[in-house]
């Protein structure tokens, strides 16, 4: 009896033991991001390479974001804008990143990463993924019947009333994102776009004020299928979004011709960023994943399913060449220099945009 109890507590020992490898060694990695933001080829390819099955979730705005992390806490990633991952961060949501771990970080292009670090400052607690311009997206045929040989390519096109009125019939869309149509507001104004200035906010909600009988909405989700049926004629975007509009429409073959302009004047940069939850279940994943994604080929896979750029730059071999030359998606060094991020703004000064972005959408 005693032989057998022994057996038995030598198998039990042995069960726990295996039971406690299987949760150490996770087979399942929780991603949260943009809706098709990834090449599916990719992540089946991580998961032949690991073991590791990928479960993709998604939100379709900022706002939808912040309310999923308000209650889910199983996120191995995250992909985030830069204001949020500085959000995130301050509130002690995020585990710094091992860089031990990143073997390919050296293949990080090193001005998309200093960007980046305006919000994470050494870059210790995210690392650029995918990121974009915000531009003029436009119906190229009804722009054309707008403006007659008038070019869409600057902010003239939104801030000056008489040309924004060309487009009013056929649908105007602005996002629903106060900070960055402030900046682009204060950019147009030759003001600094992330000045904390009481009047000079003020002066760029009157110029944006300007827009409301012309706009037949304020977007806070995607404008690409909007823009790809033909609903609206010209929106503020973001350039993968314009871009996959433009690829919705054709696979259509619904007559509808998108075009991407970055404004003359300079533009904002969004850079999208891969971060891990404090919390994360599975961060040995998490970090294997990440530098999975770093790889040259891999990063160009992305680039080519979304239409965005990504921050590899030697992945610019296997990308497509409609793609890797088209300047609205890798704009040349000179205007690189000409794009800038979102401000960071202090709470005081958040109130004040907030509140004038009610007035520049209600009136009152």
């Known amino acids: 009896m005693r032989f057998l109890r022994a057996a038995l507590g030598a198998l039990a020992l042995c069960l726990a033991t295996l039971a406690g490898q299987a949760i150490a060694e996770p087979r399942v990695l929780n991603i949260l991001s ?8 990719s992540l089946e390819d991580f998961t032949s390479a690991t073991g590791i099955r990928v479960v993709y979730d998604t939100y379709p705005s900022l706002a939808a974001l912040e309310a999923r992390l308000r209650v889910a806490t199983d996120y191995d990633v995250l992909v985030v804008p830069g204001p949020t ?19 390919n970080i050296s293949n990080l292009w090193p001005d998309i990463a200093a960007r980046l670090a305006a919000f994470d400052p050494g870059n210790q607690y995210g690392v650029p993924y995918l990121w974009s311009t915000a531009g003029l997206a436009f119906d190229v045929d009804k722009a054309k019947a707008a403006l007659g040989q008038g070019q869409v390519d600057s902010l003239d096109v939104l801030f000056k009333p008489e040309r924004l009125a060309a487009f009013a019939d056929c649908g105007v869309s602005v996002p629903d994102s106060p900070n960055d149509m402030f ?14 200035n009481p009047t000079d906010l003020r002066r760029a909600a009157d110029l944006l004020g300007g827009m409301r009988r012309n706009i037949k909405k304020f977007n806070s989700d995607d ?30 073959d619904n007559g509808v011709d998108i075009a991407y302009a970055i404004p003359n004047e300079g533009t904002l940069i969004s850079i999208d960023a891969l971060a ?18 770093l790889r040259p080929e891999i990063a160009a896979r992305n ?8 921050s590899v730059p030697a992945s610019k071999p296997w990308i497509a060449r409609d793609i890797v030359e ?28 907030s509140r004038e972005w009610s007035r520049v959408k209600t009136g009152k």
């Open 276 to 293: 891990i939850p404090k919390n994360a279940p599975h961060g040995d994943a998490a970090l294997a994943f990440i530098n999975f994604l």
């Open 326 to 353: 088209n300047k609205s998606i890798y704009p040349d060094a000179a205007l690189m220099d000409r794009l800038f991020s979102a401000p960071n703004v202090d709470p005081a000064t958040q109130k004040l945009i």
């Open 303 to 310: 680039t080519n399913a979304t239409k965005f750029a990504n």
């Open 85 to 103: 991952l500085r959000t995130l961060i301050a509130a002690g949501a995020l585990r710094k990143l091992d860089r031990t771990k990143l073997s």
């Open 183 to 196: 900046a682009l507001a204060l950019r147009y104004l030759r003001l600094d776009p992330g000045s904390k």
């Open 223 to 252: 404008d690409a299928g909007a823009l790809a049926n033909g609903d609206i004629c010209l929106a503020v975007d973001w350039g993968g979004d314009a871009l996959q509009a433009r690829a919705r429409a054709r696979e259509a």
């Open 34 to 41: 943009w809706s098709d933001y990834f090449d599916q080829r």
